[in-house]
């Protein structure tokens, strides 16, 4: 029989005696091993914060935020005063038109009274008195804007509803409402009867008064003001609700380590007691 070799044959054939004897590879050498094991980190370790240390962090945020809220809330104040000192200027302008016009009504009448060759003109020292109640509107809001203007100028410590300026400026309001009301209605600031002969036929040159804007700022500013209080005392109130948190968190701890020692207690005690009558010895106090 004629027997044909390939040359793949004697080349299967020599490394099977190699493998033959070299010998089969141990356990250790076949497999490596991995780089990363269960063992390469501790047992036992969580990355989750326990619930004291969440509440530690939670507290922290609370009093930034509140920082926080206390810096805008100075820019806000920042803001506010800004606009009550335009505001201001506003009152003066509105002060400035029922002045003008009361001081041409009394130069008016006295210019007529000479024609007519009258001297029961109206002297300077009246004249002042005559302006000055007819403006008593305009003058009211000056005074009630300043207030408000001072207050919100307040800093270290900032003004709340408790100051002074505050409470006189909302005193003042209804005041103010009052007399836009009464005279409302401009019909000359010269007594009636001195000007009856010049007011006939001239019902349609009546003039009405602004609405005091000393009243609106005031709403505005006590509005932002109460933002501003509630904003900082919801702070306050998560503060101390996060305080009563910790306190409640560390009396439960408390009370479950003085139970785990009891339930300890209980367990040794159990435990000796199944010794005892395993050995069938007697158990005596002292042995407690």
């Known amino acids: 029989f004629f027997i044909f070799h390939h040359p793949s044959m004697s080349a299967r054939q020599r490394r099977g005696k190699k493998d033959a004897a070299t010998g089969p590879l141990p356990p250790a050498a076949e497999t490596e091993p991995s780089t990363y094991t269960s063992a390469s980190t501790p047992e036992g370790t ?11 962090r939670a507290l922290l945020s609370m009093v930034a935020t509140k920082e926080k809220t206390k810096e805008l809330h100075g820019q806000w104040r920042d803001h506010l005063f800004r606009m009550c000192c335009i505001a201001l200027l506003v009152c003066f ?16 009448f006295n210019k007529e009274l000479l024609d007519e060759n009258d001297p029961n003109t109206v002297p300077g020292s009246q004249a002042i008195l005559i302006v000055l109640n007819d403006s008593v509107c305009e003058l009211l809001g000056i005074v009630l804007v300043s207030l408000t203007t001072y207050f919100t100028a307040m800093r270290d410590p900032p003004g709340d509803r408790t100051s002074w300026p505050y409470i006189a400026a909302h005193a003042l309001v209804p005041l103010q409402l009052a007399l836009f009301y009464q005279t409302k209605i401009r019909k000359g600031c010269i007594p009636d009867p001195a000007m009856e002969h010049l007011m006939d036929g001239n019902e349609a040159e009546l003039k009405t008064r602004s609405f005091p804007l000393a009243v609106l700022l005031n709403l505005m500013i006590s509005a932002a003001y109460w933002f501003m209080r509630h904003s900082l005392d919801k702070c306050d109130e998560n503060i101390k609700m996060i305080e009563k948190l910790k306190l409640q968190l560390a009396e439960a701890k408390k009370k479950n380590e ?11 005690a159990k435990a000796d007691m199944e010794r005892y009558k395993k050995s069938g010895k007697t158990l005596r106090i002292s042995d407690l």
């Open 258 to 268: 003085y139970t785990k020692k009891k339930v300890g207690a209980l367990a040794r």
């Open 46 to 56: 969580d990355d989750k914060p326990d619930a004291q240390e969440q509440l530690d």
């Open 93 to 108: 302008h509105q002060l400035h038109g029922p002045l003008l016009e009361c001081m041409t009504e009394i130069k008016d």
